[in-house]
């Protein structure tokens, strides 16, 4: 199985586990002399499942991030990390970026007048460059998950 089999694999049984979640727990209490619409009992056996499924899996997954490489020697562990640090800084340029080029409005000249202290096209212009940046560097993340074999 490649890695992007397995992470595929994980999204999946995160999104079942969620599901079951909301599931047991509309169906843990009901009205006196009613039954639940499930079996929560049964729900929970299959809740247990999927997390001991995902026990199973999830070391697989980090163990191929330690061993695998991109190209120039990358380890996949580091340009996950790299990609969201990548992300946290494109939000906050991008907020920043939208606050800067934000105008307020006057209704006199009497009143305070704000202005931007970093220009919003500097702060765009950063925000583009490490998108592009991070759009490279998903793509050879992408590439080695389709390369790399789940141990």
């Known amino acids: 199985m490649k890695l992007a089999e397995a992470l595929i694999d994980r999204a999946d049984l995160q999104k079942r586990a969620a599901q079951l979640e909301e599931r047991i727990m509309r169906n843990l209490q ?19 499942d999927v997390t001991a499924s995902l026990e199973a899996l999830l070391p697989r997954i980090y163990r191929a991030n330690l061993s695998a ?48 202290v970093i220009a919003a096209r500097d702060l765009q212009k950063l925000a583009d460059n490490l998108a592009k940046e991070r759009r490279e560097l998903e793509t050879q993340i992408q590439q080695a998950n389709w390369l790399t074999e789940l141990p």
């Open 30 to 48: 009901v009205q006196e002399d009613e039954e639940p619409s499930e079996d929560p009992r049964a729900l929970l056996q299959e809740f247990l």
């Open 69 to 116: 490489t991109l190209p120039g020697g990358l380890s996949l562990t580091d340009a996950l990390t790299r990609r969201d640090l990548l992300d946290l800084r494109l939000k906050v340029l991008r907020r920043a970026a939208t606050t800067a080029s934000e105008r307020q409005t006057r209704y006199s000249n009497s009143e305070v007048r704000i202005v931007s």
